[in-house]
């Protein structure tokens, strides 16, 4: 059973950071493509950032370019994803996902989590 577990989530002010987390278990693949995805109240879910299997190729919407920084740990199941200089604007709940291939994908993942909310004050 394929299990993704977001970490990380909570209050910030305007102008801070946070770092997410995900943990993918149940995946027997070699290549996993992982991403963030985030949903505000009355919107659709929207892309935010992306990386490839080695780690080696990201991708990001143009909102979030120069703040926030996607990134896989040493074990390849791990993603995370730095947030800094926050806007209130990126208050949502954000999604971890993943699917099998080497590549960063803006769409078309198969996996999900159950979402970790971020709210960004004024």
């Known amino acids: 059973q394929v299990q993704l577990v977001e970490s990380g989530g909570g209050l910030v002010q305007a102008g801070g950071s946070l770092r997410l987390s995900c943990v993918a278990s149940g995946l027997i693949y070699s290549s996993i493509g992982m991403g963030w995805f985030r949903q505000a109240p009355g919107k659709e879910r929207e892309f935010v950032a992306a990386i490839n299997w080695s780690g080696s190729s990201t991708r990001y919407t143009d909102s979030v370019k120069g703040r926030f920084t996607i990134s896989r740990g040493n074990a390849k199941n791990t993603v995370y994803l730095q947030m800094n200089s926050l806007k209130p604007e990126d208050t949502s709940v954000y999604y971890c996902?993943?699917?099998?291939?080497?590549?960063?994908?803006?769409?078309?993942?198969?996996?999900w989590g159950q979402g970790t909310q971020v709210t960004v004050s004024s």
């Open positions: 996902a993943a699917t099998i291939g080497s590549g960063n994908y803006v769409s078309g993942y198969d996996y």
